[in-house]
């Protein structure tokens, strides 16, 4: 190996320790951003990433020349299509991508798919000059990673046997040795974003109930500790919203254990999907739902504890298959300073609270006069 391939995978290295590191999918991309118009110069590319909600592939860091990197769909990535990389090159009868905005006369193209198992996280696009691109797969910038051509199954790679690098056609000739970089980088980027992941679905696990999507008790009492900590420097509002599934028992006697499941779920994502983002709705017991307002006075509590419950109220009238038009909610409304300072204060203010819901009649709102 040359001293420009050892540098090469030295900073690889750099990058991967870096990288392996983050907390945020936001963090990669910085250590990402920062690395690879070193591992590339004279080139240029960009790493497009899928937001977890969203149908188009992003840029998310670019490097090199000035150029508008676009969004683009799946369908407009032909490294997408056939799920390994491809090459455009002068010369050649491949198809250029779509979403592929340059000249094959001036540039090789390499798309690469970050893809982990069934999933595709992203795509990797390099741009490589055509007249700095080697020739020659073991002399020169040709050894930059390994000599003698020795393959390296990527990202994106159908078979990763010898001959094939990342299901690319051919990885000898112009640009080979630029497409084993690309194509190691891609699998290490992809490696560390899926780490990433494992690491939120292990958190998620400590602090998430598995049934409904919410927030677990545990996080709900740790968070509202936490924010009654800023509230009492602050002086601002905090409300908490406590709420109980009226008649649950019959319910599952009536309906089953199934059936009692799918309406926790339902209730849990219809409550994550009709709160702020700066909300936190959690399961608080079997049938217990909590709701943490940050900046919300016992007024405005009420009301959105109202609104909800009408929201309810309507899918009982118009809710089509939804199993929550068969219940009706008892709920509770408690808010920092008026009804108590401290943790234990609050939790036992909206507990009365909910008590006299269900004493004067269930599915109603009780406290935040």
Partial sequence: MTRKGEADVRLLGRMANLAISCLTGEEVVAVAARFLPQLFPGESGALFLRP???KEYEPAASWGEERA????SGADCWSLRRRRLHSVRQGKDQPLCPHADHDPERWISLCIPMTAREDVLGVFHVLI???????DAGEGPGDRLLQGGSPIPAA?????EAGELGG????LGEGADERRLAALTADILTMIFVNLRLRRQIDDLAVRDALTG????RYLEDSLARELKVVQRTGRPL??????IDHFGRFT???????????????GEFLRNNVRDVDLSCRYGADEFALLFPDTDPPGARRRAEHLQAMLRDLSRHGGGSHLRRITLSMGVAAYPDQGETWGDLMEAVKAALKRAKQTGRDRVCGGE
């Fill in 214 to 217: 919410c927030f677990n008790r």
């Fill in 156 to 160: 994106g790679s159908e078979t990763g």
């Fill in 168 to 171: 690319s056609d051919t990885y």
């Fill in 253 to 267: 006697d009536a309906f089953g254990h199934g059936s009692s499941s799918l309406v926790l779920r339902e209730l």
């Fill in 69 to 72: 990197w676009r969004p683009f």
């Fill in 129 to 135: 000059p055509v007249e700095e691109s080697s020739t």
């Fill in 52 to 54: 977890a909600a969203g």
């Fill in 239 to 244: 409300a908490v919203v406590l709420m109980d």
